[in-house]
């Protein structure tokens, strides 16, 4: 049975500075991981339709943007081939090779925040929602999250947002 919006899973996604530049200058609407990564399967296959993926800069240490997911699958070298206009290379995630499969995530409205949620910050929102023994998880691995931390991450950017202005 499919979830309902409300019970629906998200993710904080770590990222790379470079994937976050080109994400802005060009129409990228595939966020791929590196070949092989079993790991981030378990994490990422929760996600659907309608998730959203907050952006964490894992080498600037902080929360920047978000996207919304339209599909998630494992696709093999072949198929990605048809994918490959649409994502953008790092060396941290590079793309399959022949006879390599990765996880993929296509998205929709790509956002980068006006101001960037620094990691304690963020780690201040986590420690909110979940309590603060959840706040001190590692950030630089895929984490799946809920309806909860997405709405609180977008109220406080949108306070912050407003707070900027005055």
């Known amino acids: 049975m499919r979830e309902t919006l409300q019970d629906q ?15 802005k200058t060009r129409e990228i609407t595939v966020f791929n991981f590196p070949p092989k990564r079993k790991p ?4 990422i ?13 894992y080498d600037d240490r902080q929360l ?4 919304k997911v339209t599909n998630v699958k494992k696709v093999n070298f072949e198929e990605f081939q048809v994918l490959k206009e ?9 793309f399959p090779k022949q006879n390599e499969w990765c996880w993929v ?4 409205d790509f956002r980068a925040f006006e101001r960037p949620l620094s990691e304690d910050e963020l780690r201040r ?10 706040s001190m998880r590692p950030l630089h691995f895929t984490q799946v ?21 005055d």
């Open 9 to 23: 899973t998200h993710a904080i996604l770590p990222i790379v500075h470079r994937w976050f530049e080109e994400a």
């Open 125 to 134: 929102v986590i420690a909110e929602v979940y309590g603060k023994s959840a």
């Open 40 to 43: 981030a399967q378990d994490q």
């Open 105 to 108: 995530i296509e998205f929709t």
């Open 64 to 67: 920047v943007g978000e996207f």
């Open 145 to 165: 999250i809920d309806e909860k931390l997405v709405n609180t991450v977008k109220t406080v950017m949108l306070i912050l947002q407003f707070l900027k202005k």
């Open 45 to 57: 296959r929760k996600l659907g339709k309608g998730s959203t993926c907050l952006l964490f800069l």
């Open 86 to 94: 649409k994502a953008f290379e790092v060396g941290e995630a590079r």
